[in-house]
Protein backbone atom coordinates (compact mmCIF):
# COMPACT_ATOMS: atom_id res chain seq x y z
CA UNK A 1 0.00 0.00 0.00
CA UNK A 2 1.13 3.54 -1.08
CA UNK A 3 0.67 6.92 1.42
CA UNK A 4 1.85 10.45 0.38
CA UNK A 5 2.24 12.36 3.66
CA UNK A 6 2.15 16.01 3.59
CA UNK A 7 3.12 18.81 5.82
CA UNK A 8 4.10 22.49 5.87
CA UNK A 9 0.65 23.85 5.93
CA UNK A 10 -0.47 26.27 8.24
CA UNK A 11 -1.29 30.37 8.81
CA UNK A 12 0.97 33.41 6.73
CA UNK A 13 0.80 36.93 6.29
CA UNK A 14 -0.07 38.18 2.43
CA UNK A 15 3.63 38.09 1.27
CA UNK A 16 4.89 35.72 3.08
CA UNK A 17 6.35 32.63 2.09
CA UNK A 18 5.39 28.83 3.10
CA UNK A 19 7.27 25.23 2.14
CA UNK A 20 5.29 21.78 1.76
CA UNK A 21 6.23 18.79 1.60
CA UNK A 22 5.07 15.49 0.14
CA UNK A 23 6.61 12.20 1.29
CA UNK A 24 5.41 8.76 -1.05
CA UNK A 25 6.10 5.52 1.83
CA UNK A 26 5.09 2.13 1.14
CA UNK A 27 5.56 -0.36 -1.59
CA UNK A 28 7.00 1.39 -4.30
CA UNK A 29 9.01 0.27 -7.54
CA UNK A 30 9.08 3.81 -9.21
CA UNK A 31 7.24 7.30 -9.28
CA UNK A 32 6.51 9.20 -12.64
CA UNK A 33 5.20 12.62 -12.30
CA UNK A 34 4.72 14.44 -8.87
CA UNK A 35 2.41 17.29 -8.07
CA UNK A 36 0.55 19.63 -6.08
CA UNK A 37 -3.17 20.78 -6.58
CA UNK A 38 -5.58 22.86 -4.38
CA UNK A 39 -8.96 23.28 -3.99
CA UNK A 40 -10.57 26.02 -2.44
CA UNK A 41 -14.00 26.22 -1.11
CA UNK A 42 -16.66 26.29 -3.22
CA UNK A 43 -14.31 26.13 -6.01
CA UNK A 44 -12.78 22.87 -7.93
CA UNK A 45 -9.29 21.26 -7.07
CA UNK A 46 -6.97 22.78 -9.78
CA UNK A 47 -3.02 21.78 -10.58
CA UNK A 48 -1.00 24.38 -9.28
CA UNK A 49 2.38 22.41 -10.03
CA UNK A 50 3.86 19.23 -11.48
CA UNK A 51 6.90 17.78 -11.73
CA UNK A 52 8.25 14.43 -13.97
CA UNK A 53 10.84 12.29 -13.08
CA UNK A 54 13.31 13.57 -14.84
CA UNK A 55 12.43 16.95 -13.11
CA UNK A 56 10.13 18.92 -15.69
CA UNK A 57 8.33 21.33 -14.05
CA UNK A 58 4.55 22.76 -15.06
CA UNK A 59 3.41 25.69 -13.01
CA UNK A 60 -0.90 26.87 -12.89
CA UNK A 61 -0.42 30.45 -14.83
CA UNK A 62 -1.62 32.06 -11.48
CA UNK A 63 1.45 30.43 -9.23
CA UNK A 64 4.37 31.18 -12.41
CA UNK A 65 6.98 33.22 -10.10
CA UNK A 66 5.98 32.79 -7.50
CA UNK A 67 5.65 28.78 -6.39
CA UNK A 68 8.75 26.02 -7.33
CA UNK A 69 8.01 22.15 -7.30
CA UNK A 70 10.73 19.81 -6.32
CA UNK A 71 11.40 16.82 -5.78
CA UNK A 72 14.31 14.64 -4.43
CA UNK A 73 13.70 11.02 -6.20
CA UNK A 74 15.72 9.34 -3.27
CA UNK A 75 13.59 10.13 -1.01
CA UNK A 76 10.48 9.37 -2.84
CA UNK A 77 9.71 13.42 -1.79
CA UNK A 78 7.89 16.39 -3.79
CA UNK A 79 7.94 20.09 -2.35
CA UNK A 80 6.43 23.03 -3.10
CA UNK A 81 8.28 26.03 -2.14
CA UNK A 82 5.63 29.01 -2.00
CA UNK A 83 6.79 32.54 -1.97
CA UNK A 84 4.67 36.08 -1.78
CA UNK A 85 1.52 34.56 -0.98
CA UNK A 86 -1.90 35.85 -1.60
CA UNK A 87 -5.06 35.71 0.06
CA UNK A 88 -6.11 33.87 -3.20
CA UNK A 89 -3.81 31.12 -2.61
CA UNK A 90 -5.78 30.15 0.24
CA UNK A 91 -6.91 26.15 -0.27
CA UNK A 92 -6.52 23.16 0.77
CA UNK A 93 -3.33 21.59 -1.08
CA UNK A 94 -2.83 18.03 -2.30
CA UNK A 95 -0.41 15.99 -3.36
CA UNK A 96 -0.38 13.82 -6.23
CA UNK A 97 1.86 10.96 -7.85
CA UNK A 98 1.45 8.11 -9.99
CA UNK A 99 3.34 5.05 -8.68
CA UNK A 100 4.07 1.63 -9.72
CA UNK A 101 4.26 -0.99 -6.56
CA UNK A 102 6.70 -3.65 -8.93
CA UNK A 103 8.00 -3.72 -12.41
CA UNK A 104 5.27 -5.72 -13.73
CA UNK A 105 2.36 -3.19 -11.87
CA UNK A 106 0.69 -0.69 -13.52
CA UNK A 107 0.67 2.86 -12.78
CA UNK A 108 -1.96 3.90 -10.01
CA UNK A 109 -2.43 7.37 -8.98
CA UNK A 110 -2.22 8.28 -5.19
CA UNK A 111 -3.64 11.66 -3.22
CA UNK A 112 -2.32 12.97 0.28
CA UNK A 113 -4.84 13.69 3.09
CA UNK A 114 -4.52 17.51 2.15
CA UNK A 115 -2.61 20.07 3.72
CA UNK A 116 -4.64 23.62 4.56
CA UNK A 117 -2.65 26.78 3.83
CA UNK A 118 -4.53 29.80 4.80
CA UNK A 119 -3.07 33.40 3.72
CA UNK A 120 -4.66 36.12 5.71
CA UNK A 121 -3.57 39.44 7.80
Known amino acids: QVQLVESGGGLVQPGGSLTLSCAATGSIFSINTMGWYRQAPGKQRELVASITSGGSANYADSVKGRFTISRDNAKNTVYLQMNSLKPEDTAVYYC???????????????WGQGTQVTVSS
Open 96 to 110: NAGVRAGITWGWQNY
